[in-house]
């Protein structure tokens, strides 16, 4: 089966080259760098390392940035697609262990958790353990499904889940953080066969909130629910 690696970046240049050149040796057929109209010169450090990258000309989010990834990968005939983050928060050699469950045991949709036992996350800022904590519990209460990490961006999805007709993925209010945490749910709600494995999730500097996320404070975290209500609710499917 074929795998390629989707990174999507905004303003990450001396980052998202190591993530690169970590992803090109975890033996994946591509990695392709989705550029949410950076202008800090993220592009050529990726294009330098050997991904292909793929350009937004305005911001639209890290939602629209995903799916212009998948939406290379199906055109491209990929099986699997495996999504991380782009400003090295996350340990690419451990990408086998998110595409083994696909490949050898069928499952559509693999969760990296990093309170998964095996799973770790070290120095993280207080306010993230208290929200990633959270968010699972929420998951747990609309879907049954003991999930231990819900915010992880690190995750395997089958190519054939994601040209399921039930999804909605161009729907513009998934063009920010929404579009992971819908999928998610969508999987467990269609059915899908999904998973946990434990995964690292790096926080290297916590010393300001913008070094370590481009997540808005509040508005986004509030936005990030809205998954859960609307289809809970029915108001999207």
């Known amino acids: 089966m074929t795998t390629v690696a989707i990174a999507p970046v905004y303003n990450?240049?001396?980052?998202?080259?190591?993530?690169?050149?970590?992803?090109?040796?975890?033996?994946?057929?591509?990695?392709?760098?989705?550029?949410?109209?950076s202008d800090d010169g993220s592009d050529a450090e990726a294009a330098a390392g050997g991904a292909t990258v793929l350009r937004h000309e305005r911001r639209l989010g890290v939602?629209?940035?995903?799916?212009?990834?998948?939406?290379?990968?199906?055109?491209?005939?990929?099986?699997?697609?495996?999504?991380?983050?782009?400003?090295?928060?996350?340990?690419?050699?451990?990408?086998?262990?998110?595409?083994?469950?696909?490949?050898?045991?069928?499952?559509d949709y693999v969760q990296g958790s990093r309170y998964a036992p095996g799973g770790a996350y070290g120095r993280m800022p207080l306010h993230r353990t208290v929200l990633t904590r959270a968010y699972p519990w929420l998951v747990r209460l609309v879907t049954g499904f003991p999930v231990t990490d819900a915010t992880n961006g690190?995750?395997?999805?089958?190519?054939?889940?994601?040209?399921?007709?039930?999804?909605?993925?161009?729907?513009?209010?998934?063009?920010?953080?929404?579009?992971?945490?819908?999928?998610?749910?969508?999987?467990?709600?269609l059915g899908y066969k999904v998973c946990e494995v434990?995964?690292?999730?790096?926080?290297?500097?916590?010393?300001?909130?913008?070094?370590?996320?481009?997540?808005?404070?509040?508005?986004d975290w509030l936005g990030n629910l809205r998954p859960i209500a609307y289809l809970t609710l029915g108001i999207k499917k």
């Open 63 to 107: 939602g629209a940035a995903i799916r212009t990834g998948f939406d290379y990968a199906l055109a491209k005939g990929y099986d699997i697609c495996v999504v991380l983050a782009g400003n090295d928060k996350d340990d690419p050699s451990e990408i086998g262990k998110l595409v083994e469950p696909i490949v050898a045991r069928g499952f």
């Open 198 to 219: 434990p995964v690292r999730k790096i926080y290297p500097d916590i010393s300001a909130y913008e070094r370590y996320t481009k997540v808005r404070p509040v508005v």
């Open 12 to 37: 990450e240049k001396g980052k998202i080259g190591r993530v690169v050149e970590k992803t090109m040796r975890a033996g994946v057929g591509e990695v392709v760098v989705v550029s949410d109209a």
């Open 154 to 189: 690190f995750r395997a999805i089958r190519s054939s889940l994601l040209r399921d007709p039930r999804l909605r993925l161009h729907e513009a209010w998934l063009n920010r953080g929404e579009l992971e945490y819908y999928l998610q749910l969508q999987a467990l709600r």
